[in-house]
């Protein structure tokens, strides 16, 4: 099955700066790549997604890159608000052909007003 | 509300009781999906749907764990004889089902079990 290392554990950047957060995966057959947002005590919120056809995309202040080669892939977030303050997720699927997700551990963003 | 919508959103009971955990997927979406959150960690699969069919099941699925999808609409999940670690955030999401794709999962709030 897949496996996802997710890394740092913890971020603190101050408001205004850029966060990365990286992510390895096990499995070069995996080809979808989401990355979740989750607020306290709310739910995962699906904030950007790359597929393994395309090495780069952007939404406003966040983007995702993948490299298919290394089996990684990172989220950016440029110009950083306090509302960006929550724990990340990245995920992949957990194999060839498979609809289940394998997520990582997280990453804790803390942005300093 | 259009989103994922799961019932009750907590459920507090006593080790060996059973409980049944609803999830309303998006109208839309035919394949839906069920994971488990503990504190601090990502949420693990438990199994999948793809209209009433269940096609994937996790070893994280003990046989005190079923879940139902009867009409390809909403699911149940039943743990039987509940257990201390099962304590948990029990997570229900939906997506489309295109081709042999993975397409953008959708979480609902979840139901925090939490066991006596």
């Known amino acids: 099955g897949e496996n996802v290392e997710q890394h740092p554990s913890t971020l603190s950047v101050q408001e205004g700066d850029s966060a990365v957060i990286k992510c390895t995966y096990s499995?070069?057959?995996?080809?979808?790549f989401p990355w979740y947002k989750q607020e306290l005590g709310k739910r995962p919120q699906l904030i950007i997604d790359?597929?393994?056809?395309?090495g780069e995309k952007k939404d406003q202040r966040i983007a995702v890159t993948l490299n298919k080669t290394a089996k990684h892939f990172s989220l950016h977030i440029t110009e950083t608000q306090p509302e960006d303050s929550a724990v990340y997720f990245c995920?992949?699927?957990?194999?060839?052909?498979?609809?289940?997700?394998?997520f990582g551990k997280g990453t804790k963003l803390s942005v300093i007003p | 509300d259009t989103g994922v919508s799961q019932d009750p959103r907590h459920k507090i009971t006593k080790r060996g009781q059973n409980v049944t955990f609803r999830c309303d997927p998006i109208?839309?979406?035919?394949?839906l999906y069920w994971y488990r959150q503990t504190l601090g960690q990502g949420p693990e699969f438990l199994t999948y749907f793809q209209n009433e069919a269940q096609l994937e099941k996790s070893r994280l699925l003990s046989d005190r764990f079923s879940a139902e999808r009867p009409k390809g609409s909403f699911s149940t999940l039943e743990i039987q004889r509940t257990e201390q670690g099962d304590s948990a955030m029990y997570l229900c999401?939906?997506?489309?089902?295109?081709?042999?794709?993975?397409?953008?999962?959708?979480f609902g709030d979840g139901t925090r079990l939490s066991i006596l």
């Open positions: 499995d070069s057959a995996s080809n979808y």
């Open positions: 999401a939906s997506s489309l089902g295109q081709g042999g794709s993975n397409q953008p999962q959708h």
């Open positions: 790359i597929r393994s056809n395309v």
């Open positions: 109208s839309e979406h035919n394949r």
């Open positions: 995920a992949a699927p957990s194999g060839a052909g498979s609809y289940q997700l394998t």
